[in-house]
């Protein structure tokens, strides 16, 4: 019957999708990764997926397939990821099927073939049926991919484990042990015929669905790139020193081993080695000449090779054109040329570059410096605004009114003179007719086109759904009751993930001559504390979002933001970056704020990146109140002046100490301010909202030290 491709993909789809949620027992990692149908038919439509001649037409056939459709599988040797059947057969009985899949990402479903030629990593009752005298009369793919990328390589994996368990049920390969019915596996519904009715036995001892899924499944897709570059890297530079110490071992057993290679590969490939060398070296010395890979400009030459180029550069000829006279002006074209090739090396493996600068990175340390500068953070702050906004000029007044809540300065169009107003839908639509705020929908009119007035009607329609919220599916899996062995896999290479340690607990001291690490001025929210855009791709990893903290606070020192003073150095650097220096050489800091601080949306990062840097003191003038529960939470102290005219008695390089030890319910504490200028010291009284529990979140570090102190007792 006529047949298209899209079709049978959609059969399998349900196939497989019918076979995951049926089936009871399977891996927990399977069940994340192929979590809906929804993920299933969107990962099958983009694999690329090709199926054996005749699939479709097995399937919807009244009778099972017999061995001879299994034997006409394809046999092409090619790298691709599959799901293979085996046929093996012996003189006298019946034969017998085996289904599994190949996912190697160098090789694909060709190297686990290749295995039963060799007699390696047989399943079970394969190497029992080849001990009993069968033989492998056939192996082909039933379904087939081109090997995927990296970055997307363990979800692809559990999608074939997936199909690997479906093509084993539809076509009951599975072995049934004496005295067992078939039924005991739980998944004869998945046969659409009669499992008596088959010409063969299956050879399957378990579901696929139960195996371990391969891959790093805690990486994102550009994570597992890199890795897979690293690995890559790795991987050669063992072979290049396991070449070099074997040749060097033996030569003479080394030079043998090399010779019998060649002359295998000559026997298999007709055509001479070293055709086949020169032909490769042609073909890559045009690539080369076209990337100036292994260009030399003053000599104006390609070679094929890094050996060639690097010996040319130790020449003599190379040395002539340089000292000709015009080198800088080479010298600096061909640098040029290295880093072009280093910046497209960076943007294609997305290693250590900066998307939002085009500027690629040596190391780590280098981006995450990068991403403290002052130039990188404008461009980001740029990023973050809604669009570019062309028909007012920055610095003149006017108002925006949208229905979501962007209202922070600046945040809409980078212009610090709009003002933003949030309000419901029906509104805006209103506003945006009008084209006035003087405008009141419930009593003026409006003029239509022919200059009549009218008025807007009310809005109506139902404020909630007529059948309620679709509750959506119940995904939740409850931790194991002994959760000491659970242990949660982060690669240390990821900068978006990191494993959270737990915050030191107080000394018990007070804090003295501590500096302050920025006064703020004006309004300070979450969002000039710990900005968002870009930046919340590193929520799952506080030392690199730390690098935005009060980047975006006022400095009352300098009136900039981000340009803050290390008294240690007496240079001026990032707020991040000085904390840093601050924390690394054991010295607390304090911020001290205006009204309000905090204010905005309820960020827990605005009061983790200022404890993980190596604050104690958050001391202002009022806070707003969800954010100052916060940092009490990760073992900050929030403290407000008794008398908020303090603020302004206060320099930014004043030095200060915190009497902690006067912590208690309802009691002031003492801040004793050293002034920069050599004034007299004088005393400042501080408030807070402490009460008992909250006490001891301080003295153990955190409210999380303190759960799992109670926990333990």
């Known amino acids: 019957m006529a047949l298209s491709m899209e079709t049978l993909l959609q059969l399998v789809t349900l196939l497989t999708c019918a076979c995951l949620y049926t ?13 809906s149908q929804s993920v299933v038919d969107q990962l099958m439509s983009s694999i690329s997926l090709i199926f054996a001649p005749g699939l479709f037409d097995v399937l919807m056939a009244a009778t099972p397939p017999s061995v001879a459709y299994f034997k006409s599988l394809p046999t092409e040797d090619k790298k691709r990821w599959g799901v293979y059947a085996l046929v093996l057969e012996k003189v006298g009985r019946r034969p017998k099927i085996y289904i599994g899949s190949g996912t190697s990402q160098r090789q ?58 479906t093509f084993t049920f539809v076509f009951w390969a599975m072995r049934i042990p004496k005295d067992t019915t078939p039924a005991s596996y739980s998944m004869k519904h998945m046969c659409p015929w009669e499992i008596t009715a088959r010409d063969y036995d299956g050879l399957c001892s378990h579901s696929a669905l139960m195996e371990a899924v391969a891959g790093d499944h805690g990486l994102t897709a550009e994570e597992l790139e890199a890795r897979a570059l690293e690995l890559k890297e790795i ?16 030569p003479d057993a080394f030079n043998a081993k090399l010779r019998a290679f060649n002359k295998d590969a000559r026997k298999n490939n007709p055509e001479p080695i070293r055709a086949v060398k020169r032909r490769d070296d042609t073909k890559r010395a045009a690539k080369n000449l076209a990337t100036k890979k292994y260009f030399c400009i003053p000599c104006d030459h390609n070679f094929s090779r890094k050996g060639h180029f690097d010996a040319h550069l ?11 006279g015009i080198k800088p002006k080479h010298q600096r074209a061909q640098d040029k040329v290295i880093h072009d090739r280093a910046l497209a090396k960076a943007k294609a493996n997305k290693t250590y570059y900066c998307a939002t600068c085009d500027l690629p990175c040596g190391k780590k340390n280098d981006l995450v410096k990068h991403k403290t500068s002052e130039g990188h953070i404008r461009r980001e702050e740029e990023r973050i605004r809604q669009w570019d906004r062309r028909d007012v000029k920055k610095g003149e007044p006017n108002s925006i009114i949208s229905s979501y809540n962007r209202n922070f300065t600046g945040r809409n169009d980078a212009n610090p003179a709009t003002h933003a107003f949030v309000t419901s ?4 639509v209103a506003m945006t007719l009008a084209g006035t705020l003087n405008f009141n929908p419930l009593t003026d009119t409006l003029k239509d086109k022919d200059g009549n007035d009218f008025k807007l009607a009310e809005p109506n329609g139902a404020g909630l759904p007529a059948n309620g919220f679709d509750p959506g599916n119940d995904t939740y899996q409850a931790p194991p009751e002994n959760r000491e062995s659970v242990n949660v896999a982060v690669s240390p290479s990821s900068d978006r993930l990191q494993i959270l340690q737990p915050f030191e607990a107080w000394d018990g001291k007070d804090a003295l001559d501590m500096p302050i ?60 970056a000085t904390a840093r220096d601050y924390k690394s050489k054991g010295i607390k800091w304090v911020v001290v704020g205006d009204w309000n601080y905090g204010e905005g949306s309820s960020r827990e990062h605005a009061a983790l990146e200022p404890r993980h840097l190596g604050g104690l003191a958050i001391i202002t003038r009022s806070f707003a109140r969800i954010h100052e529960t916060n940092l009490k939470k990760q073992g900050m102290l929030p403290l407000t002046f008794v008398n908020p005219e303090d603020y302004d008695k206060i320099q930014p390089e004043d030095k200060i100490d915190l009497m902690c030890t006067e912590l208690a319910v309802g009691k002031p504490l003492t801040m004793k301010v050293h002034p920069a200028s050599g004034g007299e010291t004088f005393e400042v009284k501080l ?27």
């Open 517 to 576: 690490l920025i006064k703020c001025k004006g309004k300070t929210t979450t969002d000039h504390i710990s900005m968002a855009g870009p930046w919340l791709k590193y929520r799952g990893h506080l030392d690199n979002i730390s690098n935005n903290m009060l980047i975006g606070a006022i400095n009352s020192a300098n009136g900039e933001a981000n340009k803050v003073k290390n008294f240690t150095t007496g240079e001026t650097d990032a707020v991040p």
């Open 425 to 428: 839908p029906d509104m805006v």
């Open 314 to 324: 130790n020449g003599d000829k190379h040395a002539a054109n340089v000292a000709s």
């Open 235 to 250: 991987a050669r530079e063992y072979h290049q020193v396991y070449y070099r110490t074997t040749k060097d071992a033996d």
């Open 687 to 713: 408030a807070h909202t402490y009460n008992e529990p909250q006490i001891e979140w301080f003295k153990n570090g955190s409210a999380l030290n303190t759960m799992a102190k109670n926990n333990k007792h």
């Open 23 to 35: 089936q009871k027992y399977k891996s927990v990692v399977l069940s994340k990764v192929l979590s």
């Open 108 to 165: 694909g479903v060709r190297s686990r073939l290749r295995q039963y030629d060799t007699g390696t990593c047989l399943p079970w009752y394969v190497k029992k049926a080849l001990d009993n005298g069968y033989t492998i009369v056939h192996k082909g793919p039933l379904c087939w991919a081109p090997i995927p990328t990296a970055g997307v390589s363990p979800k692809t994996r559990a999608l074939f484990l997936a199909m690997e368990a």
